[in-house]
């Protein structure tokens, strides 16, 4: 079965750098879409970054484009995202997910608190 564990989150000040990584198993990691979620108290998910499976072509919500990265290596069967310049609105769960025709697979998130 499809299984992605999040991990890489804690608390950082304002202005540091976290590196999420997310392990993937349970189906052939190269052949799909991989995106990053958060979701914030009080608010709903939003889409942080998306990477194509092959190509690795990426794209980034408005909010984090500049300061986030998201990578993927297939021999690993691991996507990763590297957040630097963080700031307080940036606390959230972060979700790992894997796109699919009939539905999207999420992991269980991993929490980032940007705090001083």
């Known amino acids: 079965q499809v299984q992605l564990v999040e991990s890489g989150g804690g608390l950082v000040q304002p202005g540091g750098s976290l590196r999420l990584s997310c392990a993937a198993s349970g189906f052939t990691f190269s052949m799909y879409d991989m995106m990053w979620y958060r979701q914030a108290p009080g608010k709903e998910r939003e889409m942080v970054a998306y990477i194509t499976s092959t190509t690795g072509m990426t794209n980034y919500a408005a909010s984090v484009e500049g300061r986030f990265t998201i990578s993927r290596d297939n021999a690993k069967n691991r996507v990763y995202l590297q957040m630097n310049a963080l700031v307080p609105e940036d606390t959230a769960v972060y979700f790992c997910?894997?796109?699919?025709?009939?539905?999207?697979?999420w992991g269980k998130g991993t929490q980032v608190t940007v705090s001083s």
């Open positions: 997910v894997r796109t699919g025709v009939q539905r999207n697979y």
